[in-house]
């Protein structure tokens, strides 16, 4: 997520569940190696332009948007950076119809030839691990790690360099 574009639409979850996740994110970064990070599901990312339009973008999308329903359930690994291993998030219809929503009212920030097949996750570590480790943190965790939350609010983010150094622009935007 470390490139030109610099900004990027999260999915926040809720403060009980935040402190939760965000304690078990630190954990495996500490042990791990990894950098630290807030739990989030990236609802669209490649965004660049001037960051006060973005911050009216995302004001535009979170209003035209309704709380939904968000359900996490089981652990998936790859050999990818940003998704060494993460929680598989549900693409119901409300989440694809905010992320269809999210591309249409960002269209014209987005970075070209940025147009990947979502899949919703929300990451509990980054890194270059090998998959006998991932597999060991994966049984350490319990593989079936599964919450509930109503999505609330739209955060832009901005994500440009290095992991330390991502920002939340502002506040969080209620739907």
């Given at each position: 997520?470390?490139d030109d574009?610099g900004?990027a639409?999260?999915?926040e979850?809720?403060a009980?569940?935040?402190v939760?996740?965000n ?8 042990q791990?190696g990894g950098?630290?990070f807030?739990a989030h599901?990236t609802?669209l990312?490649?965004?660049?332009g001037?960051?006060e339009a973005?911050?009216q973008?995302t004001g535009?999308l ?5 709380p ?16 060494c ?7 119901s219809g409300?989440l694809n119809?905010a992320?269809e ?7 014209a920030?987005?970075?070209?030839g940025?147009?990947?097949?979502y899949?919703p996750?929300m990451?509990?570590?980054y890194?270059?691990i090998?998959?006998?480790a991932k ?8 593989g079936?790690v599964?919450?509930?939350?109503t999505?609330e609010g739209?955060?832009l983010?901005?994500v440009?360099g290095?992991?330390s ?7 969080v935007f209620?739907?």
């Amino acid at each position: 997520m470390s490139d030109d574009a610099g900004y990027a639409l999260w999915i926040e979850p809720p403060a009980f569940l935040a402190v939760r996740l965000n304690a078990l994110i630190d954990a495996l970064s500490a042990q791990h190696g990894g950098p630290r990070f807030s739990a989030h599901i990236t609802l669209l990312s490649g965004i660049s332009g001037d960051e006060e339009a973005l911050k009216q973008a995302t004001g535009s999308l979170a209003s035209a948007l309704s709380p939904f329903e968000m359900r996490l359930s089981g652990v998936g690994r790859e050999d990818y950076y940003f998704r060494c291993l993460y929680l598989l998030a549900e693409l119901s219809g409300s989440l694809n119809e905010a992320r269809e929503m999210a591309e249409e009212v960002f269209g014209a920030f987005r970075v070209s030839g940025r147009s990947e097949k979502y899949m919703p996750h929300m990451s509990l570590l980054y890194g270059d691990i090998d998959d006998p480790a991932k597999d060991a943190i994966i049984q350490g965790i319990g593989g079936a790690v599964t919450a509930n939350f109503t999505v609330e609010g739209l955060s832009l983010y901005r994500v440009h360099g290095d992991v330390s150094g991502w920002k939340r622009v502002g506040e969080v935007f209620p739907l």
